[in-house]
């Protein structure tokens, strides 16, 4: 079972950058597909990003699409969100999320590891 800690949430002005974090232990971290959720104040969870295993393919919702980058270095079991020309309606906690699936997959009931999240907020 792997174990999932995002950080690098925080608080930016609108049009900043900001790059989040996750690290995973406890599992063979090249295995899992890996994914980024977002849930925004009084709003749903939402697929964000995802990457296959090998960081070869990367699948973004069009809400971000040409905004934000996701990466994974697997020597370091850990999986980026790099997020530039920010919104306030990018506001939310930002979750990782790690799938046992051999193809990418938005849907959130096919991730079987969450964080527990990362706050980031833009100000306007």
């Known amino acids: 079972q792997v174990q999932l800690v995002e950080s690098g949430g925080s608080l930016v002005q609108a049009g900043g950058s900001l790059r989040v974090s996750c690290a995973a232990s406890?599992?063979?971290?090249?295995?899992?597909?890996m994914g980024w959720i977002r849930q925004g104040p009084g709003r749903e969870r939402e697929f964000v990003a995802a990457?296959?295993?090998?960081?070869?393919?990367?699948y973004y919702a069009n809400s971000v699409k040409g905004r934000f980058t996701i990466s994974r270095d697997n020597a370091k079991n850990t999986v980026y969100l790099q997020m530039n020309s920010l919104k306030p309606e990018d506001t939310a906690v930002y979750y990782c999320?790690?799938?046992?699936?051999?193809?990418?997959?938005?849907?959130?009931?096919?991730?079987?590891?969450w964080g527990q999240g990362t706050q980031v907020t833009v100000s306007s």
């Open positions: 999320a790690a799938s046992q699936d051999a193809l990418i997959d938005t849907s959130q009931n096919r991730y079987d590891y």
């Open positions: 406890g599992g063979t971290f090249s295995r899992y597909i």
């Open positions: 990457i296959s295993r090998s960081g070869g393919s990367t």
